[in-house]
């Protein structure tokens, strides 16, 4: 098992930056990738950054060159540096675990607005 806790969301207003971080435990050596997903008012859950242990990084577009996923294994802990923040980035940021064994992991989500 994994447990993964989110921290670092916020209200923000445009053009302002937060810092996400989850924090990972239990059988944390299973763990081979780790991601963020969003979930905005009234829209269906995303893919926002995937990192995994080859050293593959994705983004999703919209977020590309505003968001940066980084992982420090010593404290395994993942962030999300969200820079530039558009109102549309607005959404319960959910950090991803996935394991060797199958399983995917979640956090409980951390609110992010970004809104003057």
């Known amino acids: 098992q994994v447990q993964l806790v989110e921290s670092g969301g916020g209200l923000v207003q445009p053009g302002g930056a937060l810092r996400l971080s989850c924090k990972a435990s239990?059988?944390?050596?299973?763990?081979?990738?780790m991601a963020w997903y969003r979930r905005g008012p009234g829209k269906s859950r995303e893919l926002v950054a995937y990192?995994?242990?080859?050293?593959?990084?994705t983004y999703a577009d919209p977020v590309k060159g505003r968001l940066t996923i980084s992982r420090d294994n010593s404290e395994s802990t993942t962030t999300l540096q969200m820079n530039s923040l558009k109102p549309e980035d607005t959404a319960v940021y959910y950090c991803?675990?996935?394991?060797?064994?199958?399983?995917?992991?979640w956090g409980q989500g951390t609110q992010v607005t970004v809104s003057s």
């Open positions: 991803q675990a996935l394991s060797t064994n199958g399983h995917r992991y």
């Open positions: 239990g059988i944390i050596a299973s763990i081979y990738a």
């Open positions: 990192n995994d242990n080859g050293g593959t990084t």
